[in-house]
């Protein structure tokens, strides 16, 4: 993707050539928020409730958009166009941006940093979509408002890399006992009478976009949902396990912490959940 084209700050520009101060306050202090919007056929999945998202973001660490949200969603879709995006995602981050040196304070009538990318990479034919993945429980070290869609990302990193050093493909996170959620996705498992259990939301896990429109659909398939704090152990036992995110959908989990989930394949409800979403995103992506 060396010749892709991205976007600074009202400029469209090759990769290589867009620069970022070294003041700025997201280089500095992970001062920034971001969205991943999956990207279908050239078109935006769910990007309406990404935008509604990245506004609470902001809103919650005082950072002013610097452009309307409508322009950004056309910014995205240019930027599709110029990269003949097909499938993937589009990242963009704001920052509060640069007051010319390095102070913890919010400096006064700084101009925020905007930054987009493309993102080619296959979403609907992922193998782990097939497969399944494996996972292992690590202590959740992150701070406490996991609602707010930060850049500062290290110690879910950090999970990841324990994961990747054990051979797996991710982490889940543990906090006094229970899991939050995985190192970039909500968490989920079916019970063995096919209850549908996770997390309910608050500042201890990310309001997922995908999460929410999963939850929508699992009730119109009358599949009965708890949203509840839910251990280790309890997944250990469950009849399946998932996750979800905005480029994931939904990928079945078979093992948590060599623990074989249901028949070690990936579930039922897992599966028919992700062909539903994946059906009703690629009809509503704009």
């Known amino acids: ?10 400029q469209y520009l090759k990769e290589d050539e867009a620069k970022v101060s070294i ?14 919007t999956a990207v279908i056929n050239g078109k935006l999945v ?41 499938e993937g995602g589009i990242y963009l981050q704001i920052s509060r941006g640069s007051a010319g040196d390095r102070d913890f304070g ?5 101009k925020p940093t905007l930054v987009l ?23 959740d070290i ?3 408002r996991r609602d707010i869609k930060t850049v500062g990302l290290l110690a879910p990193c950090m999970a990841k890399q324990a994961a990747i ?3 797996v493909d991710d982490a889940w996170l543990i906090e006094d006992g229970y899991i939050t959620e995985g190192s970039s996705n909500n968490a989920y498992i079916v019970t063995q009478d096919g209850v549908l259990v996770t997390r309910p939301l608050s500042n201890d896990i990310l309001h997922g976009i995908t999460r929410k429109a999963l939850l929508e659909l699992a009730e119109k398939e009358a599949i009965k949902i708890e949203e509840r704090l839910f251990t280790a152990e309890e997944a250990y036992q469950a009849a399946e396990a998932f996750v979800s995110s905005a480029t994931t959908f939904v990928w079945p989990v078979v093992e948590i912490d060599g623990h074989t989930i249901g028949d070690g394949k ?3 409800v897992a599966k028919k959940l992700r062909e539903i979403y994946i059906e009703l995103a690629t009809k509503t992506a704009e």
């Open 1 to 10: 993707m060396m010749g892709r084209i991205v976007y600074l700050d009202g």
């Open 23 to 36: 003041f700025d306050r997201g280089f500095l202090f992970g001062d920034a928020v971001y969205e991943v």
């Open 46 to 86: 769910d990007n309406e409730g990404h935008m509604i998202r990245l506004q609470r973001s902001c809103n919650e660490l005082q950072i002013a958009l610097p452009v309307p949200l409508a322009e950004i969603t056309n910014i995205q879709k240019e930027l599709i166009k110029k990269n003949a995006l097909n």
């Open 106 to 110: 919010y400096p006064a009538d700084v």
């Open 117 to 139: 990318f493309t993102q080619a990479r296959e979403l609907l034919n992922s193998p782990k979509a097939t497969k399944g993945m494996k996972v292992i429980t690590t202590e």
């Open 142 to 144: 992150r701070w406490k």
């Open 165 to 167: 050093e054990k051979q």
């Open 266 to 268: 990936p579930g039922n």
